[in-house]
């Protein structure tokens, strides 16, 4: 059985390699892991065109769904213990509770030269909230797109973006503080 | 400000309020310069964040190793024409000759431990660029390179024995045969490992690695699992490919610095026969 339109797929899903790649790359930290991740992604996205319907948003969303899936699987390989959701979410939950009385705004920083530090403040990230703030950031998808494509509900996106900017907040409190840059904490 | 503000601004500059929100941010707005200035600095970090994680661009090469190992995938999803196409590319059938007696993988005898160990692709590959291209080059058997293949049977931790591929009619040689390979013995793992030079071209080496034990790569995500006549396991580190298989008790890897597609088509000439002891 021969699948659809055998050129359809390349057509449609290899122009999205380059944004794969780059998400894999923050996902994974090494360039050697992330063209494996992207690989399979597309190996994997390949056998199930069959099964795609393309919608509104294109085929991206679900490339993205893919690499996520696969990065978590490896992941949890790596790790020979995956936790489970729902201590997962408890741990979350402790955290954002603690987090909630000392919620943070960004310091007052010239924000054209702070990207060394902003890329090493998500690199810090945990891997759960680091795929949230990836999607945030680099494709602007709204907080739904996001919980469709990492398949998770919208409650726990904007949780773990919370976290995740809260976590950036802090390292550049921390970065202007170690440069005795003036903070707005500090100025007023 | 209030905690509630704080998330309420960085969301209304992703403008992902509901309207009964919005309008308390906007009155906020309205009368702070703080909260104008605080929802600026979290649009300008979201724009940082943009930067720093879009400096990426796809390295050299990495497009085109993708392509076509998604062209390959193609080619082996399709039909029996593409299997038969690729192994008369190949004409001449490489054949491996098991040596039955002595416990070699087809005549081992019951209670032999055969547990399956997971040392990944990398045990292959190792061998292959630090046994085959260093440590045993030039190394000859039987007095000559190269030699046939019924003479070049391996004897190894004690009683496994193999005969390794004729590949001269797809103009390889043999040259050396060794029992490298991952622990060895020491991990219950016996192995040989054989590796060929193609005639003029001295670079292009190849290894055709026999084990007493199945040893996968680690699970099937890292890989390609396919399932022609044969179950294959194909991984690629760096520029080596290891295409593994079991067959009739045995437990065979041809590995080369050959592109999957390449190396399954010689792997796929490759066909097990049973000796009938010598």
């Keep these: ?4 339109g055998e050129t359809a797929f390349e057509q449609a899903a290899l122009p999205h390699m380059e944004i794969l790649y780059r998400v894999a790359l923050r996902l994974t930290g090494r360039p050697a892991d992330a063209e494996d991740l992207v690989q399979d992604t597309f190996l994997k996205a390949h056998r ?20 996520h899936n696969t990065y978590l699987n490896r992941a949890a390989k790596e790790r020979n213990s995956p936790r489970t959701a729902d201590s997962e979410l408890l741990a979350f939950v402790a955290d954002e509770n603690e987090d909630n009385a000392n919620v943070l705004a960004p310091p007052v920083l010239n924000y054209e030269k702070v990207d060394g530090e902003v890329r090493a403040a998500i690199e810090q990230l945990a891997p759960e909230f680091r795929a949230v703030l990836l999607l945030w950031a680099t494709m602007e998808y709204t907080y739904q797109e996001i919980a469709e494509i990492l398949g998770m509900p919208i409650g726990t996106v904007m949780s773990r973006l919370h976290r995740a900017r809260q976590q950036l907040a802090r390292s550049l409190h921390d970065y202007a503080r170690e440069n005795r840059l003036p903070t707005r904490e500090e100025a007023s | 400000m209030t905690p509630d503000l704080h998330e309420l601004l960085a969301r209304y500059a992703d403008g992902e309020l509901s309207a009964e929100d919005r309008a308390r941010v906007e009155a906020e707005l ?14 300008s970090l979201r724009l940082a964040a943009h930067r720093a994680l879009c400096d990426v661009e796809l390295p050299a090469g990495v497009a085109d190793r993708i392509a076509r190992r998604v062209a390959t995938d193609r080619g082996f999803a399709g039909t029996r024409t593409y299997r038969i196409a690729s192994f008369l590319a190949v004409a001449a059938a490489i054949v491996l000759f098991v040596v039955f007696r002595s416990g070699g993988p087809l005549g081992r005898r019951p209670g032999v431990v055969q547990a399956g160990a997971v040392f990944g692709p990398a045990a ?13 080059a030039g190394v000859k058997l039987e007095g000559s390179c190269p030699i046939a293949a019924r003479e070049a049977v391996g004897r190894v931790c004690g009683d496994y024995r193999v005969a390794v591929p004729d590949l001269r009619p797809i103009g390889y040689e043999l040259c050396g045969i060794c029992q490298c390979f991952g622990g060895g013995c020491k991990e219950g793992v016996r192995g040989v490992h054989a590796y060929y030079q193609r005639s003029g071209a001295p670079d292009d080496l190849i290894s055709v690695f026999s084990t007493s034990a199945c040893v996968k790569f680690q699970g099937c995500d890292k890989i390609e699992c396919r399932q022609t006549k044969r179950t294959y396991e194909l991984a690629t580190v760096r520029t080596v490919t290891v295409v593994r298989w079991d067959e009739s008790g045995g437990h065979f890897a041809l590995v080369g610095e050959k592109n999957p597609k390449d190396l399954e088509k010689l792997a796929e000439s490759v066909q097990i026969a049973a000796a009938t002891g010598r």
């Design chain 2, 124 to 136: 292959y590959v190792d061998v292959f660029e630090n046994c085959a291209k260093h440590h045993h």
């Design chain 1, 1 to 4: 059985m021969r699948k659809r």
């Design chain 1, 48 to 67: 199930a065109f069959d099964r795609f319907e393309m919608r509104e948003h294109g085929i991206r969303p679900w490339l993205l769904r893919i690499l």
């Design chain 2, 30 to 43: 309205a009368a702070s310069a703080d909260a104008a200035a605080e929802l600026e600095r979290w649009r």
